[in-house]
């Protein structure tokens, strides 16, 4: 006996079995050959698909598997400065953000303080599995050649007078004699390691930890008295409280970011907008403790998404009462100033997961419209109140 032909309904139910909501077709089943448009949720295209292909193949957006494996064999930024540290310690930093291992990047040589370009292909040479020698620094390219003596410079610029160099400097793989000045005993560690921030002592059994101090006074020496460290050193990966006194404002950045060139959001982002501005005067006129930028590991797509402004309870930024965020108009509708359809939807989503994670930590999130440009200190204002923080809109702008 012949089988009867499915039912649109038997083909909905195989649908979401394979694939949950993922789908939503947009015609009625024709056949198990026959193409029906649907429309995949996840991206919002329309597509033509055959339920063979949906349900039996399960090949679903091509375009968005693509992107997905792209995002897995993609290596990102941290990856490769912690690859640039195992291959030369710190004789070299990374200055701009890692897109992919063939595009130019920015790279710092601390020992003749040149900056030049190349990509992480090309540093890494051998380290990458092409049995090529990775590129360095043109300007000491084939004349400079580390000796005892630089050696003692690079130990003090990163271990101050903790250390002291006994041995002479035979080659960065060969062991060399350190004195531990804290307890008196000899070290024998190969230099590539001991200048990889990470050195330890042995007898002391705890490894060695750049302090506050220390962390102070290497943003002095890159940038003078205009940023003041506010808050305690705890790691490179730490977020610490900065001030700048140029434009007045405090915020958070990881010592590693800020050691790179990473400086204070308001004054280097051009994009700022006037609404954004507004919002920060209004802010700072009245003295509340606030922070721009503010990223949060846990709230994030790919990379951590940041929020406009996060309100403390004090300037200590103990504790987050409020976030605040100024959507403008390519938040409402697509705008090809900002990357079109996919960009919209791309900002929807992110808006979406911003608003989950200050539900889920029971944290207010204002969320100030571009329509509301022209009024936007009295509607900051009623929206302040509503978590008992009272402003004065009449305070004198800052910027």
Same mark, same amino acid.
């Given at each position: 006996?012949?089988?009867?032909?499915?039912?649109?309904?038997?083909?909905?139910?195989?649908?979401?079995?394979?694939? +949950?909501? @993922? #789908? *939503?077709?947009?015609? &009625? %089943?024709? !056949?198990?050959?026959?193409?029906?448009?649907?429309? =995949? $949720?996840? /991206?919002?295209?329309?597509?033509?698909?055959?339920?063979?292909?949906?349900?039996?193949?399960?090949?679903?957006?091509?375009?968005?598997?693509?992107?997905?494996?792209?995002?897995?064999?993609?290596?990102?930024?941290?990856?490769?400065?912690?690859?640039?540290?195992?291959?030369?310690?710190?004789?070299?930093?990374?200055?701009?953000?890692?897109?992919?291992?063939?595009?130019?990047?920015?790279?710092?040589?601390?020992?003749?303080?040149?900056?030049?370009?190349?990509?992480?292909?090309?540093?890494?040479?051998?380290?990458?599995?092409?049995?090529?020698?990775?590129?360095?620094?043109?300007?000491?390219?084939?004349?400079?050649?580390?000796?005892?003596?630089?050696?003692?410079?690079?130990?003090?610029?990163?271990? +101050?007078? @903790? #250390? *002291?160099?006994?041995? &002479? %400097?035979? !080659?960065?793989?060969?062991?060399?004699?350190?004195? =531990? $000045?804290? /307890?008196?005993?000899?070290?024998?560690?190969?230099?590539?390691?001991?200048?990889?921030?990470?050195?330890?002592?042995?007898?002391?059994?705890?490894?060695?930890?750049?302090?506050?101090?220390?962390?102070?006074?290497?943003?002095?020496?890159?940038?003078?008295?205009?940023?003041?460290?506010?808050?305690?050193?705890?790691?490179?990966?730490?977020?610490?409280?900065?001030?700048?006194?140029?434009?007045?404002?405090?915020?958070?950045?990881?010592?590693?970011?800020?050691?790179?060139?990473?400086?204070?959001?308001?004054?280097?982002?051009?994009?700022?907008?006037?609404?954004?501005?507004?919002?920060?005067?209004?802010?700072?006129?009245?003295?509340?403790?606030?922070?721009?930028?503010?990223?949060?590991?846990?709230?994030?797509?790919?990379?951590?998404?940041?929020?406009?402004?996060?309100?403390?309870?004090?300037?200590?930024?103990?504790?987050?009462?409020?976030?605040?965020?100024?959507?403008?108009?390519?938040?409402?509708?697509?705008?090809?100033?900002?990357?079109?359809?996919?960009?919209?939807?791309?900002?929807?989503?992110?808006?979406?997961?911003?608003?989950?994670?200050?539900?889920?930590?029971?944290?207010?999130?204002?969320?100030?419209?571009?329509?509301?440009?022209?009024?936007?200190?009295?509607?900051?204002?009623?929206?302040?109140?509503?978590?008992?923080?009272?402003?004065?809109?009449?305070?004198?702008?800052?910027?």
């Amino acid at each position: 006996m012949k089988k009867g032909k499915k039912t649109n309904h038997q083909f909905l139910e195989e649908l979401f079995q394979v694939w +949950g909501n @993922e #789908f *939503e077709p947009l015609e &009625e %089943y024709k !056949g198990y050959d026959q193409p029906i448009k649907v429309r =995949h $949720k996840q /991206c919002g295209r329309i597509l033509d698909k055959t339920p063979k292909n949906l349900i039996t193949l399960k090949l679903g957006c091509r375009i968005c598997k693509n992107k997905e494996n792209g995002k897995k064999r993609r290596k990102n930024h941290d990856w490769f400065v912690n690859e640039v540290k195992k291959l030369v310690g710190n004789e070299y930093q990374v200055r701009s953000e890692y897109t992919r291992s063939k595009d130019p990047i920015k790279m710092y040589h601390t020992v003749c303080n040149e900056e030049f370009t190349t990509t992480p292909d090309a540093f890494l040479g051998s380290r990458n599995g092409d049995g090529k020698k990775g590129n360095r620094c043109p300007k000491c390219s084939g004349k400079w050649k580390r000796d005892t003596e630089a050696f003692k410079q690079e130990v003090y610029k990163m271990y +101050g007078d @903790e #250390f *002291e160099v006994i041995g &002479e %400097y035979k !080659g960065r793989h060969e062991n060399i004699k350190i004195l =531990h $000045k804290v /307890c008196n005993n000899y070290l024998y560690p190969r230099p590539r390691h001991f200048l990889d921030g990470n050195s330890y002592c042995q007898y002391c059994s705890k490894k060695k930890k750049k302090d506050t101090q220390r962390f102070k006074e290497q943003v002095y020496e890159l940038v003078g008295d205009e940023y003041i460290v506010l808050g305690e050193y705890v790691d490179a990966k730490t977020p610490i409280p900065l001030y700048h006194k140029k434009c007045k404002t405090v915020y958070r950045v990881t010592p590693d970011n800020f050691l790179r060139g990473k400086r204070c959001g308001l004054c280097t982002d051009i994009h700022n907008s006037k609404g954004y501005k507004a919002i920060y005067n209004l802010l700072f006129a009245n003295q509340l403790p606030f922070d721009t930028q503010y990223r949060d590991e846990n709230c994030r797509n790919i990379k951590p998404l940041p929020f406009d402004f996060v309100l403390y309870n004090n300037w200590r930024l103990d504790k987050i009462i409020a976030f605040i965020e100024f959507d403008g108009e390519q938040h409402d509708k697509p705008s090809n100033l900002f990357g079109g359809e996919e960009g919209f939807k791309e900002r929807q989503k992110n808006d979406q997961i911003k608003n989950d994670f200050a539900k889920e930590k029971g944290i207010p999130l204002i969320r100030i419209k571009y329509k509301d440009l022209n009024n936007i200190e009295s509607v900051l204002q009623e929206e302040l109140k509503k978590i008992n923080i009272y402003i004065d809109i009449n305070k004198t702008n800052v910027i």
